[in-house]
């Protein structure tokens, strides 16, 4: 969460010299270049058991098509806005959860969760502006669904194989499948200064190798609801 916190910021100025899914593209490739060079000593390699397939290639789909949602939705909404929407995380991981892997939910939760959404569905009134384009909240709350269902779905794979085969798998993937597109979007990296390649490191670093490392940690330690 501490990693994760500014990077709406990061990826509003990042998207200023790159398209929405070429960023994603190269966060992914080179998380996974990292993720290769440092996890090939540590983990024998693992393959993936027939009857899993589907679940990791569904599982790995969940990626790329959160990240693109979400950088669309954060062309349109400011940076308070987008992080307004992870306070729903909570609520739809407790639904999904009790629908994809029968999760049971204690009363309380359900209440203090409840809470949590509705306070976050205020502040984003008292946040608007009447400029502000309601398309945006549709895309960015498709995206929350998504990252949900991932961490969900990645709760049943996590029983079988190592963190680190699980997730370098996931980003080649990503980063490949959306490759194409990298070239056909219309990208601006002549016009990276500085500070925006920082940016662009932090993302590729803090956002996607050591977050989804972490993330994954801690769905397999204690479970996607807490």
């Known amino acids: 969460s501490l ?45 993936i058991r027939k009857e899993d397939r589907c679940l990791y290639l569904v599982t790995a789909a969940m990626i790329p098509l959160h990240y693109v949602l979400s950088n669309i939705a954060s062309l349109s909404l400011n940076e308070t806005e987008s992080i307004m929407f992870s306070s729903f995380q909570s609520l739809l991981t407790m639904i999904i959860a009790s629908l994809l892997l029968g999760s049971k939910i204690k009363p309380l939760t359900s209440i203090y969760i409840g ?34 269902i991932y961490c969900v779905l990645l709760t049943k794979l996590l029983e079988y194989y190592r963190i680190g085969n699980l997730i370098r798998g996931q980003f080649w993937l990503t980063g490949i499948i959306l490759l194409p597109w990298m070239i056909i979007e219309d990208n601006q990296f002549g016009q990276i200064d500085g500070g925006q390649l920082v940016c662009l490191a932090y993302l590729i670093i803090c956002c996607t190798f050591i977050c989804f490392v972490l993330n994954a940690k801690g769905i397999k330690e204690i479970g996607p609801i807490p």
């Open 3 to 47: 990693f994760c916190a500014p990077s709406f910021a990061v990826t509003k100025d990042v998207l200023s010299f790159t398209g929405p899914v070429s960023l994603v593209c190269i966060r992914f490739l080179g998380a996974a270049c990292l993720m290769t060079v440092l996890c090939v000593p540590l983990h024998s390699k693992t393959k």
């Open 115 to 148: 809470m949590a959404g509705i306070g976050a569905v205020l502040l984003m009134e008292f946040q608007s502006s009447p400029s502000l384009v309601k398309t945006g909240y549709a895309v960015m709350m498709s995206a929350m669904v998504v990252w949900v």
